[in-house]
């Protein structure tokens, strides 16, 4: 499971789960003749087997070790390691339609300026592990704090080394403190909202006085 994030209001807003691994990121698969049961991760486009992997599927979000087919097996916490790279770029994707950095331009994927609509390994390779490419970042995504701060996630989610990589609950734990941050900043709007009303009325009660007197 990987935490997905939903936005309104120009920012992001809560935390839902969006993947369920049996139901619908793997499909499960039985070669009855040689026994072996495989499965297909559609996220992070690995063949999973019980003993063998070859990266085929979505090249585009494929983290650096599932390109490079240097992901233990046996570790279950590898693959949730490159399910949070795959989920950066998708972070990154929801990033660049948010109207909070300005004006929302046309969709365009992970990679899009870089690679061709349906890239292939090799050209993920090159993109991501000669050059270490990741999505470029805009400046006007930093001028908005809490935007920025969902960039500081991003980066540290789509980290070439998979042990430097946020958790998927430490992800969760970061957006859930933005989400309070926001209430509070919104209060505080409210509060500054109501404190210049009553200072626009008594102004305009005193003046009212004046007149009178």
């Known amino acids: 499971m990987i935490p997905f994030l939903g936005y309104g209001s120009g920012m992001f807003l809560s ?36 003993d063998s992997l070859s990266g085929v599927g979505t090249a585009r979000y494929m983290a650096p070790e599932v390109l490079e087919s240097r992901i ?3 570790d279950i916490e590898a693959f949730k390691q490159t399910d949070v790279y795959s989920m950066a770029l998708v972070l990154w994707e929801i990033a660049s339609r948010c109207t909070a950095v300005g004006e929302v331009k046309d969709y365009e994927p992970a990679f899009g300026s870089k690679v061709r609509e349906h890239p292939c390994v090799e050209s993920m390779k090159d993109v991501v592990l000669r050059d270490r490419g990741r999505p470029e970042i805009p400046n006007s995504w930093l001028n908005h704090q809490l935007v920025q701060q969902v960039c500081e996630i991003i980066v540290e989610c789509w980290d070439h080394d998979p042990e430097a990589r946020l958790t998927a609950q430490c992800v969760v734990e970061r957006f859930n403190d933005l989400e309070q941050m926001e209430k509070l900043s919104g209060r505080s709007c409210s509060e500054e909202k109501i404190s210049e009303d009553c200072s626009v009325s008594e102004t305009k009660q005193n003046l009212r006085v004046v007149t009178v007197a």
């Open 72 to 74: 233990n097996l046996e």
């Open 15 to 50: 935390v839902v789960q969006i993947r369920d691994d049996f139901l619908s990121g793997i499909q499960i698969g039985d070669d009855s003749l040689s026994g072996v049961r495989i499965g297909y991760d559609s996220l992070s486009g690995i063949w999973i087997g019980d």
